[in-house]
């Protein structure tokens, strides 16, 4: 099976299903062009791209909400104070600490533990 995003100014606004069939039986690139003209006599009009539900291309699965940008889908940003690096992964301005449990606190700008009850 294959997954198709519609982008609607930059952003994703639904993700659907296409058989293999109807994408050619290829494998991505060539399915992509085969998939939006099988969307396209469906009447689904708008821009449809292909998204990989196992990661394979462009970056990640595209989800509602994710934008599309440089011919990768990127997730929606999680906090204000984070930033998109070059590889399109969203950094907050503080690195998180490698041992323990942490939260990200918006308002401190800071990590914070996380208490584990056991």
């Known amino acids: 099976m294959a997954h198709f995003a519609k982008i609607?100014?930059?952003v994703v606004t639904q993700v659907i299903v296409v058989a293999d069939a109807d994408c050619g039986g290829g494998t991505f690139p060539q399915s992509?062009?085969?998939g939006q003209a099988f969307?396209?006599?469906l009447g689904l009009d708008g821009e449809?791209?292909?998204?990989s539900y196992n990661n394979n291309f462009r970056k990640q699965y595209a989800g509602i909400g994710y934008s599309f940008m440089d011919?990768?889908?990127?997730a929606p940003q999680p906090f204000p104070s984070w930033s998109l690096d070059i590889n399109h992964d969203w950094r907050p301005p503080v690195?998180?600490?490698e041992e323990g449990e942490w939260t990200?606190?918006?308002?401190?700008?800071?990590w914070q533990a996380i208490s584990v009850s056991s």
Do not use: C, H, I, Y
């Not at 449809?48 to 998204?51: E, G, K």
């Not at 011919?71 to 990127?74: A, K, Y």
């Not at 990200?104 to 800071?110: A, C, G, I, K, L």
């Open 71 to 74: 011919d990768v889908f990127v």
């Open 39 to 41: 969307l396209a006599k």
């Open 48 to 51: 449809w791209r292909q998204t």
């Open 104 to 110: 990200w606190s918006e308002e401190d700008q800071e």
């Open 32 to 34: 992509e062009s085969a």
């Open 95 to 97: 690195p998180r600490p």
């Open 8 to 10: 609607e100014n930059g």
